[in-house]
């Protein structure tokens, strides 16, 4: 069995602040995460993942995340938002060798708005 | 670079009216999905077709049907719509199954579809 949850569903930050966006999971297996993008009617867009490899993990547009097991999160940063970073983010898990999609979860989204 | 394409991308139905939504990838990905995404609860699995000539239920199966056309395309069949299926659907592909090894699923725009 596995969960994820979105610690935040709206969080506001000032352009050129730092951004942070939680996500803590369970997984009875060694999990794989994701953080997924949706800008307004759009589809989602990988921003990163983690699968085992290194802890600390960069993405696309200055996002990175770090896989902390003993805290079982994997939350979202960037050094300096952009007022083109407002969006839903999703956090997504499943487990490592999962051979089924019906084990992909999401969570229920967090709504980031960056403020002039 | 079209990705995964779906069509319409917006639809108003009368509630026992029935539609279809076609779903097309030109990535040459095995896999393809549908999704409904509702407020407040991320996105969950209505059908998946690990691979071209096979389809299966995902979380949320009822009142859908699907057919996996070809390897390209993939479908999804509202036989008489109820307003319990007013939701954003996302067509989704990946080039294997499942999330093994993290797997990458990339995500259509969506369909936003409103049964009355």
């Known amino acids: 069995a596995q969960s994820v949850t979105q610690l935040d569903s709206h969080v506001s930050v000032s352009e050129g602040t730092p951004v942070l966006l939680r996500c803590n999971y369970s997984?009875?297996?060694?999990?794989?995460l994701f953080w997924y993008v949706q800008h307004p009617n759009k589809g989602l867009q990988l921003l990163l993942k983690?699968?085992?490899?290194?802890?600390l993990v960069k993405g696309i547009n200055g996002f990175e995340a770090e896989f902390k097991k003993s805290e079982t999160s994997f939350h979202l940063t960037k050094p300096s938002a952009h007022m083109s970073d407002a969006a839903e983010y999703f956090c997504v898990v499943s487990p490592i060798s999962s051979g089924s999609a019906r084990q992909l979860t999401f969570g229920s989204g967090t709504q980031l708005t960056v403020l002039p | 670079n079209a990705g995964v394409t779906q069509t319409p991308k917006f639809q108003v139905l009368k509630t026992g009216q029935s539609m279809t939504l076609q779903c097309a990838q030109d990535m040459n990905h095995n896999s393809m999905y549908w999704y409904r995404q509702d407020p407040g609860m991320g996105l969950r699995l209505i059908y998946y077709?690990?691979?071209?000539?096979?389809?299966d239920k995902g979380e949320v199966p009822n009142g859908y049907n699907v057919s996996r056309l070809n390897k390209r395309e993939f479908s999804l069949r509202l036989e008489s719509a109820a307003p319990s299926q007013t939701s954003v659907y996302f067509c989704?592909?990946?080039?294997?199954?499942?999330?093994?090894?993290?797997?990458?699923?990339?995500f259509g725009e969506g369909s936003w579809l409103t049964v009355v």
């Open positions: 077709s690990a691979s071209e000539g096979t389809t």
């Open positions: 983690y699968t085992s490899a290194a802890t």
């Open positions: 989704a592909s990946s080039e294997a199954f499942g999330t093994v090894g993290g797997n990458t699923i990339y």
């Open positions: 997984s009875s297996y060694s999990p794989s």
